[in-house]
């Protein structure tokens, strides 16, 4: 049986760096996620919302169909402005501003006027994909269940 080796040394009071040495990560540069007075800037914000009011008085139902978390994130120019999570995996469903709290099973990173055809009905999911509008990590057919959800959310 091998003896376990701890590689980690220790660590005492007043070792390691001091405060003069941090640097302001907030000068640093642009959060992805913006300031909220800043969020009505994006016209993708507006329905995001609205889609979010959907899930929290169906979501317990779209649990039990989906079972999946999604991260969405908008991007413009190549950077991601907004980053939205749709979880369809754990209680009654949530829909939030900002990355996955616990690891998504598929992330889309899309751009702004393309998610805003594609939730809008404008444009065929599967063609934007295939046609590189968009890039899909992880599980890449779960995005079927989403567009459902998207879909619903449009009849009403």
Known sequence: MRKRVDHQPKI???DGPQASQFKMLSSAGESAVPHPLELSEFQSFPVF????????????????KVN??????????????????????NGPG???LGSARLPADTVFTIPEPIFMELVLGKMNPQKAFLAGKFKVSGKVLLGQKLERVFKDWAKL
């Open 68 to 89: 999946a978390i999604f991260q969405l994130d908008i991007t413009k120019d190549g950077k991601t402005i907004l980053q939205w999570t749709v979880d369809l995996k």
């Open 12 to 14: 005492k009071a007043g």
């Open 49 to 64: 919302e609205d889609i979010s009011r959907h899930i929290k008085t169906v979501g317990a139902q779209l649990v039990k």
């Open 94 to 96: 949530d829909m939030y």
